[in-house]
């Protein structure tokens, strides 16, 4: 073991947690100043803070005009809730999972809506047959699958002249990849994970489609306070306006303008997207020269460039999981990186988050650490043997 060189670069920034994610480079509390602390997100400096989210969230998505925009409780799990909760059941449903985030979407519409549902499921890795999805009925899917690093590779397979709507879970895609809105009825997202805001915030984005199912359809199950979008048959506008259902933290909306206001620094949606494709770039090369280490994503246009999840493959390694614990301690241990064990419900590997606030540099100094932390590991390995 003591023949295994230690790489002499480091990280300059060891956080690559899928969630909550890594600070913008340059993040400082001293940004956060301004966050009128105190004061009820009811006076007009709290309506105008949100408002400002809001509409800055549209400037960087490029959201259409139409479209409401809205910051709702409990981060991208409530969006997502608030959505199905309120919209579902006007016809049939068609549900996507292809990870544990959309599995737990399949739990809602079939054990607790009793939805009439298709479902349409993958091993991790994979994605589902896309072109078998009925859009005459809704559709709820994941853009990005956050715990298995596989993307839909672009909205082809959602027609225009769909009968039903598309509700999407784009929380590790957002402010990544492209999201077509003329395709998305339904955007649901949290600012704590591309832009690395601060948790238990969700944006929910409506289209005028999404809409008009509110106002004429009212579902047959009773819905609590924090999920009702309607008051007296109509859409609730003030939510869209920054009137946000219960109290959201002042502290965490300045800390998400302060994201929006670097991530337009960037280059806006483009430079963001080129961000992450950068660092996914760093890890693909690494992958490409090391035959024991691959991408779970088994076809390289579904790879996430957000959540790079990767598995070992030497078939020395009897036990993944205890092999990929003892590789992810070793490098917390060595202050290199924080937070990649692969999501408990996952294969056992690594999961490296590769959004925009991480910068290409470390995601390259962490490479030679993951081969130094496998090395090692291996070597134990052989010498119990």
Known sequence: ?????????????????????????????????????????????????????????????????DYRIGIVPASDTGAVEMAMWSLLGERPVEMLAWESFGAGWVTDAVKQLRLDARLHEAEYGQLPDLNAVNFDNDVVFTWNGTTSGVRVPNGDFIPMNRQGLTICDATSAAFAQTLPWDKLDVTTFSWQKVLGGEAAHGVLILSPRAVERLESYTPPWPLPKIFRLTK?????????????????????????????????????????????????????????????????????????????????????????????????????????????????DAPPGLRIWCGGTVEDSDVQA??????WAYRIELSALDAAA
């Open 1 to 65: 073991m003591t023949d295994i060189e230690t790489p002499a670069a480091r990280p300059a920034n060891p956080r690559f947690s899928s969630g909550p994610c890594a600070k913008f480079p340059g993040y400082s509390l001293d940004t956060l100043s301004d966050a009128p602390l105190g004061r009820s997100h009811r006076a007009g400096v709290g309506k105008a803070k949100l408002k400002q989210a809001i509409e800055t969230t549209r400037e960087v998505l490029g959201v259409p005009a």
């Open 232 to 344: 007296g048959g109509k859409l609730n506008e003030g939510i869209f306006e920054g009137a946000t259902i219960n109290t959201p933290s002042m502290l965490c909306v300045e800390d998400y303008l302060a994201a929006l206001d670097w991530a337009k620094s960037a280059g806006g949606l483009d430079g963001l997207r080129e961000r992450a494709n950068r660092n996914l770039a760093a890890v693909q090369a690494f992958v490409a020269e090391h035959d024991w280490i691959a991408f779970l994503a088994e076809k390289p246009e579904t790879r996430s460039n957000t959540s790079v999840c990767l598995k070992f493959t030497d078939d020395r390694i009897s036990d993944p999981a205890a092999f990929a614990k003892a590789v992810t301690k070793r490098l917390e241990a060595e202050g290199v990186a924080y937070d990649i064990g692969a999501y408990r």
């Open 366 to 371: 962490l490479m030679p650490w993951i081969e």
